[in-house]
């Protein structure tokens, strides 16, 4: 099947620094990345659609200028949480669409995962 | 507004067992449903998913049945093991749009032996 990974799977940083997440799909090309938050017993949270060659969408309360993202290849996306701040520790996952848009499919593929720590 | 709901947050039943997970969505414009399976501190792992033409679809000891017009669906597994113990994640989406996914709160499942 699809694999997606991340990198780094943990980190922690000090508050005030800026720490990049790494999303790649290992095996296809993925035209279509999406960025999630999940908080502990939540929900996944979707932040941003992210289109290779195209600026990013971000849902609705979700800062743009804080958590920036490229997708600068088919086969990979970074998010860069900007400024982080405690409030920003999370867990951060990455997902990819096999598929172009407009064909049946619509599964995601998800990576493992970053756990972000602010201190 | 929580446009999928999954109303119970946990589910214990015995090895051996049907497992049936509910899920339950407002927006009439989803037409693509999904289940996730999530570890602690893993990505989710997709398992199964079904178009809004169909009201079944069923692959191995998983069985997803969709009723549109109660915006229901749920997720059989049958025989429920140990190894199937996780958070599952009902997703939905439309298609034509961003295809984003919606997901609801998330079921934790515990499969006793």
């Known amino acids: 099947g699809a694999v997606v990974s991340q990198h780094p799977s943990r980190v922690i940083c000090k508050s005030g620094t800026s720490v990049k997440i790494e999303c790649r799909s290992l095996?296809?090309?993925?035209?279509?990345m999406f960025w999630y938050r999940q908080f502990p017993k939540q929900s996944l949270m979707l932040m941003a659609t992210?289109?290779?060659?195209?600026?990013?969408?971000?849902e609705q309360g979700v800062e743009k200028d804080k958590f920036l993202i490229n997708h600068a290849s088919l086969t990979l996306s970074t998010l860069t949480v900007t400024s982080a701040h405690p409030e920003d520790s999370s867990f951060y996952i990455c997902?990819?669409?096999?598929?172009?848009?407009?064909?049946?499919?619509?599964?995601?593929?998800f990576g493992p995962g970053t756990r972000l720590t602010v201190t | 507004d929580q446009q999928v709901k999954q109303n119970s947050p946990s589910l214990s039943v015995q090895e051996g067992r049907i497992s049936i997970l509910n899920c339950d969505y407002t927006?009439?414009?989803?037409?693509?449903f999904l289940w996730y399976k999530k570890y602690p501190a893993e990505g989710p792992t997709f398992l199964i998913s079904?178009?809004?033409?169909?009201d079944k679809n069923e692959d191995g000891r998983f069985t997803v049945f969709l009723n549109k017009s109660a915006k229901h669906l749920s997720l059989h597994i049958v025989p429920s093991q140990p190894g199937d113990s996780a958070v599952y994640f009902c997703?939905?989406?439309?298609?034509?749009?961003?295809?984003?996914?919606?997901f609801g709160k998330g079921m934790k499942l515990t499969v006793n032996p």
């Open positions: 997902s990819a669409r096999a598929f172009p848009t407009g064909t049946e499919s619509h599964e995601q593929y």
């Open positions: 095996d296809f090309q993925a035209t279509t």
């Open positions: 992210s289109n290779e060659g195209s600026k990013a969408t971000y």
């Open positions: 927006n009439s414009m989803f037409d693509y």
């Open positions: 079904i178009s809004s033409i169909k």
């Open positions: 997703a939905a989406s439309v298609a034509g749009g961003s295809e984003k996914l919606v």
